[in-house]
């Protein structure tokens, strides 16, 4: 099988995952895709030589995996799908920042590698908590919470079109792929020029496909407006509780550095 | 006043790329008929299937849906009546869920929250898949997505069913569930189709199409007896009028190659004569 086909089977996983019914499962999902987008915010708007004042943030997807039972070794697949991208934007760093920053023993670190480290943990704690957010709530009802918050509902639509036709239109570039293995006896990788022909057809065909599927939507009355059912969620004391503690914590995290501060307060006590 | 015929008058469809796809097409189809459009690739089914409920506009000649002459003023009483299940379900089930997509054609239609779900717990039970509804469509089979795909237009209890190859790419069990379904409905219904053994057990009357012009309009069973018809018009007669392979060997063969089955002493022929 290809590794593709692996990766997007396993999409289908993650949409089994979201109907299972915890105490997180049922919050209202506004509550999960603010405190999402809270923890977001305050990791990425750290100084980039930063490591140990994030290392605190991993509590957050911890306990929501903890309390929700999503299977640990799954999530961690997952993300490290992600890690090589965040690799490759930190890769040159340690080439360009030779600066010295702090001695280990014998050895000088360059801030070089510091900031590549704390890109790949900035990426493996915002990847976490995005993957841990579709698991635990489903994409459809993300986009139905992102409406609900104020996004224009033509972007949820467009979400929501992606993520359906993301796995008709992987089927067929799969195939097409085969196809060409197939017929390539051994030679492994396509060149340039297959790779180009290849996406432009997959496209022409996407055009056609968008085309048909307009054509159904108009045969079923469809005018313009999008209307959905989803369920009606109540954004109650729970979801208050659950936003606004999480959210305290991560911007206490964000202004002291926990594991400085608890480092002092040790070796004060022993003074 | 009947909303249940169809009737198609000098139609003509030219694209815009000079191809006449369609040439002075007349036909009259009345309140319950079940009739078939069959045809060889590129016949002109397809166009005319669109134009039945007012996704392409004719080139010249005109449609008419029950008592109302289809125009631009009327698209949406007349998408209401006329239901087209396309040949693709991935194409129509564009929602997050079976029910969603069920839904979406009461929901534009302004149904109150209440009658929609009615109305599609309603079309799901017509064919057979309540227990899909929470289903995302990527997750069901082929025979699944295309019983789920009928019922998004039977919600809005359409008077005219207009089915585009149904049974395309169905396996022998999922082919027969969803004629079974197509034998039990009332309303008026049109059907495209290469599957002819399914024409005959489905429609009782049949009109081929051959290069954008109506070749021939009658009861199917006659038809299909039509050998010369049939062949000037790329096509052939269903298996079930074939003669049995064993008893007359020569007839069902490509010219120059052996019969697939020995004429006699095979274990598979299994009725008498």
Known sequence: ?271 | MSHHKVEVRNLQHVYPDGTVALNDVSFRIHHGESVAIIGANGAGKSTLLLHLNGYLSATSGEVVIGDTLLARENLAEVRRTVGIVFQDPDDQLFMPTVFDDVAFGPLNMGLAATDVETRVIEALGMVEAVELRHKPPYHLSGGEKKRVAIATVLSMLPDILVLDEPTNGLDPHARRQVMALLQAFHHTRIITSHDLDMVLELCERTIVLQDGQVMADGPTLDIFKNEELLHACRLEKPFAMQACPVCSPGRRTVPGRKPLVPPHGDGYHDHEH
């Open chain 1, 1 to 271: 099988m290809l590794a593709i086909d692996g990766t997007f089977l396993d999409f289908k996983q993650l949409d089994l995952l979201a109907t299972q019914h915890t105490a997180l499962h049922r919050l209202d999902p506004r509550a999960k895709v603010l405190t999402t987008a809270c923890f977001v915010l305050c990791v990425v708007s750290f100084d980039r030589y930063t490591i140990s004042a994030m290392l605190p943030y991993l509590l957050y997807p911890a306990v929501l995996i903890a309390a929700s039972g999503l299977p640990f070794g799954y999530i961690l697949r997952k993300i490290l799908i992600v890690i090589p991208f965040a690799l490759v934007i930190g890769i040159f760093n340690p080439v360009f920042d030779r600066q010295v920053i702090m001695h280990v023993g014998e050895f000088a670190i360059w801030g070089g590698w510091v900031s590549c480290a704390s890109i790949l943990i900035r990426a493996t704690l915002t990847a976490s908590v995005a993957i841990i957010l579709v698991a635990l709530t489903g994409f459809p009802v993300i986009c139905a919470a992102l409406e609900k918050l104020g996004m224009p509902k033509a972007f949820a639509v467009q979400l929501l079109f992606l993520y359906r036709y993301i796995f008709v239109l992987t089927d067929e570039g799969v195939r097409t792929i085969r196809a060409c293995q197939l017929r390539s006896f051994g030679r492994r990788g396509l060149s340039l020029r297959q790779f180009g022909s290849l996406v432009g057809h997959l496209l022409l065909r996407t055009w056609d496909r968008a085309e048909r599927i307009h054509m159904a939507m108009l045969a079923r009355g469809f005018s313009g407006e999008f209307h959905t059912t989803g369920p009606q969620g109540r954004f109650g004391s729970k979801e208050l509780i659950f936003m606004g503690g999480w959210s305290a914590l991560f911007i206490v995290l964000r202004l002291y550095n926990a594991p400085q501060l608890l480092g002092g307060l040790f070796a004060g006590s022993l003074s």
